[in-house]
């Protein structure tokens, strides 16, 4: 059974740059069947997609975060990552890791038929000096 | 970008009671559609794919329809455990969106 466990910093200052990393355990990464995703939700708030990534590294990124995000894949720790420049406190919430099956694509639409199906625990992240 | 709209953003039913929640696409989504519920401090879960697919472990009471632009989440019978908020989807762009939630309450 596949899991899913974020780990990274609980508490980040102002401007700084936050890295999350997100280990798989129970399947490969590199299973060439999912794809990788990142989801927050800031305090009250509602659910915000970041970004995704298919193992060979293609990713796709939420417009509005765009600029600010990175998201890699390190296959030989069979773990994705998640990087966000420039912090401010609008950047608290909890970030979620998820998994997603679908077929590699590289278009703007990307279909895919079966929702996110696992999702880590989530970590807590605070932007505060 | 593919906005989500859902309605009501909350309501508050009875045990027993057939409950409809719905979602509305900006645009096309054929049947790229799905449906999770999230309990306070906890992970959303899936319930729904592909717009009616009930994911391995939902309650049957569970089901989804609609296709296009306008898809409907409905809980046959509530029960106690069903106090969550729950989220549409689509995964028709490879920039997913979310809806911005029902919370269901149970009187």
């Known amino acids: 059974q596949v899991q899913l466990q974020e780990s990274g910093p609980g508490l980040v200052k102002p401007s700084q740059t936050l890295s999350l990393a997100c280990t798989v355990s129970g399947g490969s990464i590199s299973s060439g069947t999912y794809w990788w995703n990142w989801i927050r939700q800031r305090p009250g708030k509602g659910l915000e997609w970041i970004g995704s990534?298919?193992?060979?590294?293609?990713?796709y990124y939420n417009p509005s975060l765009k600029s600010r995000v990175d998201i890699s894949v390190d296959t030989s720790k069979n773990q994705f990552s998640l990087k966000v420049t420039s912090l401010t406190a609008a950047d608290t919430g909890v970030y979620y890791c998820?998994?997603?099956?679908?077929?590699?694509?590289?278009?703007?639409?990307?279909?895919?038929?079966?929702?996110?199906?696992?999702w880590g625990q989530g970590t807590t992240v605070t932007v505060s000096s | 970008d593919i906005q989500m709209t859902q309605s009501p953003s909350s309501l508050s039913a009875s045990v027993g009671d057939r409950v409809t929640i719905t979602c509305r696409a900006s645009q096309n989504i054929t049947s790229y559609l799905n449906w999770y519920a999230q309990k306070p401090g906890k992970a959303p879960k899936l319930l729904i794919y592909a717009a009616s697919s009930l994911q391995s472990g939902a309650p049957s009471r569970f089901s989804g329809s609609g296709s296009g632009t306008d898809f409907t989440l409905t809980i046959g019978s509530l029960h106690p455990e069903d106090s969550a908020t729950f989220y549409c989807?689509?995964?028709?762009?490879?920039?997913?969106?979310f809806g911005r939630g029902t919370k269901v309450e149970i009187k």
């Open positions: 998820a998994r997603e099956m679908g077929l590699y694509c590289l278009t703007t639409t990307c279909p895919t038929s079966y929702g996110l199906d696992v």
């Open positions: 989807q689509q995964s028709f762009s490879a920039s997913r969106t």
């Open positions: 990534i298919f193992y060979s590294g293609t990713t």
